[in-house]
C-alpha cells in the first residue's frame, strides 16, 4: 500500500505543539492548597480560611483553648453583617458571653471591616490545638547597622517583622533568583 504524503495542516500542528511552551508548568504543592482550603473553607461557611487557623491570634490563646470558629453566616447578597457561629466548652459559655462584644471587635479589625455583627454559641467539644511552631533561628546575626535602626520602631510585631527581613537579607548571598 502506499501512503499518502503528510498534509501541510498536519505538519503545522505537530510544529505549533513543538513551539508552544508547556501551560501546565509543575507547580508546589504549598502553592495549591490554598485554593484547595479555600473551596472547603467557603463551603462550611468561611470566607477566607485564616480566620479557623489564626483563631488563638485573633482572641488571644486563653479565649482560643475553649472556643472554636465554625462558621460565618452573610445575610444574602452581602459580605456584612454577618453572624459567626462559635462552638465552646461546655461550662465556659457565660465567660465568653461575657467578652463578646472584645471578640466580635477583634474579628472585624482583623477583617479590616465590618464583616460580624453577631455571635451565635453552641456548647461542644474543642480541639486543642498543636501551638505552632517558632520559625528556626537563622545561623547569621542581624548586621549592627540594621539592627540600630529598627529599635526605633515602636510596634513590637512591625519590628519583629522587620528585623526577620534584615536576617535574611544578612543570610541570603547574591541577588534573589526569580524564576
Given at each position: 500500500m502506499t501512503e499518502r504524503p503528510p498534509t501541510p495542516k498536519m505538519k503545522s500542528r505537530k510544529s505549533d505543539a513543538e513551539d508552544r511552551p508547556r501551560i501546565g508548568a509543575p507547580r508546589r504543592i504549598a502553592d495549591l492548597m490554598p485554593a484547595i482550603g479555600a473551596a472547603a473553607?467557603?463551603?462550611?461557611?468561611?470566607?477566607?480560611?485564616?480566620?479557623?487557623?489564626?483563631?488563638?491570634e485573633i482572641v488571644g490563646?486563653?479565649?482560643?483553648?475553649?472556643?472554636?470558629?465554625?462558621?460565618?453566616?452573610?445575610?444574602?447578597?452581602?459580605?456584612?453583617?454577618?453572624?459567626?457561629?462559635?462552638?465552646?466548652?461546655?461550662?465556659?459559655a457565660p465567660m465568653i458571653q461575657h467578652v463578646l462584644p472584645d471578640i466580635v471587635e477583634r474579628v472585624n479589625r482583623?477583617?479590616?471591616?465590618?464583616?460580624?455583627?453577631?455571635?451565635?454559641?453552641?456548647?461542644?467539644?474543642?480541639?486543642?490545638?498543636?501551638?505552632?511552631?517558632?520559625?528556626?533561628?537563622?545561623?547569621?546575626?542581624?548586621?549592627?547597622?540594621?539592627?540600630?535602626?529598627?529599635r526605633d520602631i515602636g510596634d513590637p510585631e512591625l519590628r519583629a517583622v522587620l528585623e526577620s527581613l534584615a536576617q535574611g537579607l544578612a543570610n541570603s548571598s547574591g541577588l534573589p533568583k526569580i524564576s
Amino acid at each position: 500500500m502506499t501512503e499518502r504524503p503528510p498534509t501541510p495542516k498536519m505538519k503545522s500542528r505537530k510544529s505549533d505543539a513543538e513551539d508552544r511552551p508547556r501551560i501546565g508548568a509543575p507547580r508546589r504543592i504549598a502553592d495549591l492548597m490554598p485554593a484547595i482550603g479555600a473551596a472547603a473553607f467557603r463551603k462550611f461557611g468561611f470566607v477566607q480560611s485564616s480566620i479557623v487557623t489564626r483563631w488563638a491570634e485573633i482572641v488571644g490563646p486563653h479565649y482560643a483553648a475553649i472556643s472554636e470558629p465554625e462558621s460565618i453566616r452573610f445575610p444574602v447578597g452581602k459580605k456584612a453583617g454577618g453572624t459567626l457561629q462559635l462552638t465552646v466548652m461546655s461550662g465556659h459559655a457565660p465567660m465568653i458571653q461575657h467578652v463578646l462584644p472584645d471578640i466580635v471587635e477583634r474579628v472585624n479589625r482583623f477583617f479590616g471591616y465590618a464583616a460580624v455583627a453577631r455571635v451565635a454559641m453552641k456548647q461542644g467539644m474543642v480541639q486543642a490545638r498543636e501551638p505552632e511552631r517558632p520559625p528556626p533561628v537563622n545561623l547569621k546575626p542581624i548586621p549592627v547597622e540594621l539592627g540600630d535602626s529598627l529599635r526605633d520602631i515602636g510596634d513590637p510585631e512591625l519590628r519583629a517583622v522587620l528585623e526577620s527581613l534584615a536576617q535574611g537579607l544578612a543570610n541570603s548571598s547574591g541577588l534573589p533568583k526569580i524564576s
